[in-house]
Each structure stands twice: as structure tokens, then as C-alpha cells.
């Protein structure tokens, strides 16, 4: 049986700290995903099976996990293309990773521009349909 403790009642020590956060992307082909994060940025294959991927960079401070969205561990409402949100990476260079995407043939959504707030941007889709924004920061700009 659960008890409730009133906000007030609650100490410190017993508030959770996050140890760490990994996003995981639903793919219909995990080799075919793996290629396209494995070739715009620094990750590296920590695991593979036929079910899952688990990417690390190469400080090993960012993870991505991809999972087969047909597997049992997602449930059948998560099992369709996604929708609704979008990831984006934050690099040194986004036209250099844009030079990557074209030579690879990627899904370009728009090519790269300046924002009103400080960033040079672009969108490509990836392999499952994800929306991906790769931005980085427009040297020396001021609101």
C-alpha cells in the first residue's frame, strides 16, 4: 500500500536525482538507422542486437537508442510512424553536417538558413521519418 506524505514531509534525500536521459527512436530498419546518426555525428555502436541499437558519442556523454518498433517493448499504439515532436542536435558546424546529408542522400526538409534567434539551422528527416534540426550557434550574435 502506497502512503502520501503531504509536499512539506517529503526530505531531500528521498527526491530523485536523474542519472542520466537517452531518447529512443522507433526504426523499421535498425542497420539503415544506425548508418544515418553513425554518419552525421560522432556515435559510436556501444550495443547491437536484432532488436535494438545503443549509440554512445565519443566522449560517451550523448546516447541514442534505437529499437526495432515492432518489438513487444513498445506498445502497439507506439508502433506507427512518429509524429508530434522533433530532435534536435546542436553541432560545432551545421553546413558541414548539411555537406554530409547531401553526399549521403538524405531527406533534406530545408536547407540551411540563419534564425531571428542566434542559430544556423536545417531540417532532414531520418530513415523512420523523425524530423531532425541540426543548429549551431551563429558566432558573435546579439539579440
Not at 536484432?50 to 515492432?70: A, Y
Not at 513498445?74 to 512518429?82: E, F, G, H, L, R
Request: with cysteine; net charge negative; glycine share 2%.
Amino acid at each position: 500500500m502506497w502512503e502520501l506524505l503531504p509536499a512539506n514531509q517529503i526530505k531531500k534525500e528521498n527526491m530523485r536525482k536523474l542519472n542520466r536521459i537517452m531518447t529512443n527512436i522507433c526504426s523499421r530498419n535498425l542497420a539503415e538507422s544506425r548508418d544515418f546518426y553513425t554518419k552525421l555525428f560522432d556515435f559510436n555502436v556501444d550495443y547491437e542486437s536484432e532488436w535494438f541499437v545503443h549509440l554512445i558519442s565519443e566522449d560517451k556523454k550523448l546516447e541514442l537508442g534505437i529499437i526495432d518498433q515492432t518489438n513487444e517493448l513498445v506498445p502497439k499504439d507506439y508502433q506507427s510512424n512518429p509524429n508530434g515532436f522533433y530532435i534536435t542536435f546542436v553541432v560545432s558546424d551545421a553546413d558541414e553536417i548539411f555537406k554530409i546529408a547531401l553526399s549521403e542522400h538524405f531527406e533534406i526538409v530545408s536547407e540551411p538558413s540563419n534564425t531571428f534567434y542566434g542559430q544556423r539551422r536545417f531540417l532532414l528527416k531520418d530513415p523512420n521519418g523523425t524530423l531532425i534540426d541540426i543548429s549551431s550557434p551563429i558566432p558573435d550574435f546579439k539579440f
